[in-house]
Each structure stands twice: as C-alpha cells, then as structure tokens.
C-alpha cells in the first residue's frame, strides 16, 4: 500500500499508523507533477503495479458569499479536485498499458442543492464531479474504472467539532465510507455510475 498525504507533517502520522512493511509513504503537493510521477514510480517500482487510486483527500468551508478571503476558493478547488486529478494524471498512462485500474474519488450529495456560506465548497466538489464524469466518458473501454463516491455529511471528528449542536446519527459513518471505497475501487458495481451514493452499494 502507498499512502500520499497531502502536507508533509502528515507523512509521519501516516507511518505511525500504518507501519513500514510493503507500506510507503510520501508527500505530493496538490499541483506539483514531477512529484507526483516520482512517487507512482517509485511505488511501482517496490510494490508492483498500481491496482487503485482511492482519493480520499478533501476539506470543506463554509463563508458567506462575498467574506469568502481571495484564496478560499482556490484552497478547497486543490483539496477537494487538484489533488487527486494530479496523482491520477501520473497514474493514467500506467493503467492503460496495463489495461486495468481503479480511479476512486469522494465528492458530495450536497452538490446541486445549494447550501448556505456553501459556494466555494459546492463550486470545488461540483467541478470534482464533472471530473469524475468526463474521464469516465473518456477512458470508456480502456478497463480503466473511474468513480465518486457520494456521501452526505461523514461522521468525522471534524465534522463533530465543526457542528456541535448537529445530531450526528443520520451521518454517514467512516467505517461505511471506506468500505464503499474498496467496493468501488475493486467489487463489481451496479451500472448507474460513475457517481455513487452509499446506498447504492448496500
């Protein structure tokens, strides 16, 4: 397994958790390629080919529209979309010789509901989503498998502290969001894809 964090005072964390045996670890920036193609190299080059992408980077914000601070967009756009589009850009061509592979990323149900002091976030997942459709469109018959998860609010300790006065029992729970990922990632899937809620994998 190869873990990317997205920070580098998160690659030590990462370690901790998940030990050094067949585990590798390291730091892509959201825009910076050369490290990216570095890094699925070198996990191709130690562990073998790549099987799945799961992308479960994001962040979310809430600003009312207009108190938004200049960067605020471009910061959930590079958590929430750029991430990810840069490891699966270095991830794609590998795939397609191989013929086989899994893209999986997290957007949001919320999208198209609008949400207030929700528009950069909706805006980022939103274009994540478009993302997910079009390279979908595109790699259509190469055995390449791009999809999104879809969840509502996920029962994160984030999440708890950021809306405490939230009831939480009807958020999703984290451990049903990663077994959601595998199954996309790996299972056969219901064709109504590429966009998946939950319950669609139930």
């Known amino acids: 397994m190869a873990l990317v964090a997205r920070h580098a005072w998160q690659v030590p964390k990462l370690q901790l958790v998940f030990g050094r045996e067949r585990v590798l670890c390291g730091h892509v920036g959201a825009q910076d390629s050369e490290a990216a193609a ?16 799961i992308c479960a980077n994001g962040a979310f914000g809430a600003t009312a529209a207009g108190k938004d601070q200049a960067g605020d967009l471009q910061g ?8 990810g589009a840069n490891l699966a850009r270095a991830v794609i061509g590998r795939m397609q010789r191989r013929g086989a ?7 949001s149900d919320t999208v198209g509901s609008g949400g207030k002091s929700m528009t ?3 805006a980022s997942k939103a274009a994540l989503h478009e993302y997910v459709r079009a390279m979908s469109f595109e790699l259509r018959g190469s ?9 509502g ?9 950021a809306m405490p006065l939230v009831d939480p029992s009807q958020w999703v729970p984290l451990v049903e969001v990663a077994n959601a990922l595998l199954q996309l ?13 939950p ?3 139930r």
């Open 185 to 197: 990632a790996f299972a056969p899937l219901p064709d109504t894809g590429p966009l998946y809620p």
């Open 101 to 107: 592979g899994s893209l999986v990323f997290v957007g």
């Open 76 to 83: 959930l756009l590079e958590a929430n979309l750029l991430t």
């Open 120 to 122: 950069n976030y909706l």
């Open 38 to 53: 570095g890094f699925v190299k070198g996990t191709w080059d130690a562990l073998g080919p790549i099987d799945a992408l």
């Open 199 to 201: 319950t669609a994998l």
């Open 153 to 161: 609010v996920i029962d994160t300790k984030a999440n708890r502290a």
């Open 143 to 151: 055995g390449i498998r791009v999809v999104a998860l879809v969840p």
